[in-house]
């Protein structure tokens, strides 16, 4: 299984971003998967979810900005996460991974890489 997540980069408050998800595995492929986000010092937060089939759910901090899409395969699925208006407070290292039932974050060991967005104001 593999997780690379990539498209962050440094952008001015009010613009946008499209990251990318690049998750390999047949348990990604079939399961809901997730956008977190995480800053120094505080926990990583799962922001954007969407199910095997589609079904998406954002904490409240970016709805209507962001939006999150995938495309599956057999055995591998992209993710997206299109950030619009961007703010300085959504500044943070940005991870793809499996979700829990009811759009709940998961506790899980592997992260892979992460990508970092700095929004500057």
């Known amino acids: 299984v593999q997780l690379q997540a990539s498209g962050g980069g440094l952008v001015q408050a009010g613009g946008s971003l499209r990251l990318s998800c690049a998750a390999s595995?047949?348990?990604?492929?079939?399961?809901?998967m997730g956008w977190y986000r995480q800053t120094p010092g505080k926990e990583r937060e799962l922001v954007a979810a969407?199910?095997?089939?589609?079904?998406?759910?954002?904490v409240d901090s970016v709805k209507v900005r962001f939006t999150i899409s995938r495309d599956n395969a057999k055995n591998s699925v992209s993710v997206y996460l299109q950030m619009n208006s961007l703010k300085p407070e959504d500044t943070a290292v940005y991870y793809c991974n499996l979700i829990g039932a009811g759009f709940q974050p998961l506790k899980v060991n592997y992260w892979g890489q992460g990508t970092q967005v700095t929004v500057s104001s």
């Open positions: 595995g047949i348990v990604f492929s079939m399961n809901g």
């Open positions: 969407i199910t095997e089939d589609g079904i998406t759910n954002y």
